[in-house]
T-cell receptor, first 116, second 117 residues
Framework: GDSVTQTEGPVTVSESESLIINCTYS????????LFWYVRYPGEGLQLLLK?????QKGSSRGFEATYNKETTSFHLQKASVQESDSAVYYC?????????????FGKGTSLVVHP | GPKVLQIPSHQIIDMGQMVTLNCDPV?????FYWYKQILGQQMEFLVNFYNGKVMEKSKLFKDQFSVERPDGSYFTLKIQPTALEDSAVYFC???????????????FGEGSRLIVV
């Protein structure tokens, strides 16, 4: 089946430092899947951070970026300068786009702690 | 933004009893999902539901599990009877569309923490 592997947390960085959370995926369907980053802030539900549905494209939101790389089957999340408010758990996910199976598969989540 | 509400947020139940977890999805959404997350582990897909029917279910969706959305009201997950290994946080999600290049975005609730004792 499909799988998503991401950086094991917790990841601890200081405010204004750069960040990268790795995500690689394996999809069983022939067509390229849609890729997502979701985030769960403390005390809140899971919410979409960004998504890319076309291989080769980049998505961005709230200063975060991720590029859909179909050659390396990766979708790493990056931010040039993190803030304390970015402390949260980040989930990489894929959704197939063919074969009648549209079940979203999530990674294990990466906890990010940003120190002031 | 759009909200998915889950009721209850927490429940403690004796093993063997029945439990119903309720989900109020985003109002115009058509696809509904349940995920299960055991403490410290990955969030795992259980089932998705559309037009009154289960579309797909995983191996985790045991015979004791059932889902329904009667008359467009709550989307429910029922476990009968419960077992100790059912202790987890259950997340409900909904989406408007699905399929190739739809970019379907799931909207999640905050989860229902179930403890079976």
């Amino acid at each position: 089946g499909d799988s998503v592997t991401q950086t094991e947390g917790p990841v601890t960085v200081s405010e204004s430092e750069s960040l990268i959370i790795n995500c690689t995926y394996s999809a069983t369907s022939i067509a390229y899947p849609n890729l997502f980053w979701y985030v769960r802030y403390p005390g809140e539900g899971l919410q979409l951070l960004l998504k890319v549905i076309t291989a080769g494209q980049k998505g961005s939101s709230r200063g975060f970026e991720a590029t859909y790389n179909k050659e390396t089957t990766s979708f790493h999340l990056q931010k040039a300068s993190v803030q304390e408010s970015d402390s949260a758990v980040y989930y990489c996910a894929l959704v197939p786009t063919s074969g009648g199976n549209y079940k979203p598969t999530f990674g294990k989540g990466t906890s990010l702690v940003v120190h002031p | 933004g759009p909200k998915v509400l889950q009721i209850p947020s927490h429940q403690i139940i004796d093993m063997g009893q029945m439990v119903t977890l309720n989900c109020d999805p985003v109002s115009n959404h058509l696809y509904f999902y349940w995920y299960k997350q055991i403490l410290g582990q990955q969030m795992e897909f259980l089932v998705n539901f559309y037009n009154g029917k289960v579309m797909e279910k995983s191996k985790l969706f045991k015979d004791q599990f059932s889902v329904e959305r009667p008359d467009g009201s709550y989307f429910t997950l029922k476990i009968q009877p419960t077992a100790l290994e059912d202790s987890a946080v259950y997340f409900c999600a909904s989406s408007f569309d699905q399929g190739a290049n739809s970019g379907n975005t799931l909207y999640f609730g905050e989860g229902s923490r179930l403890i079976v004792v």
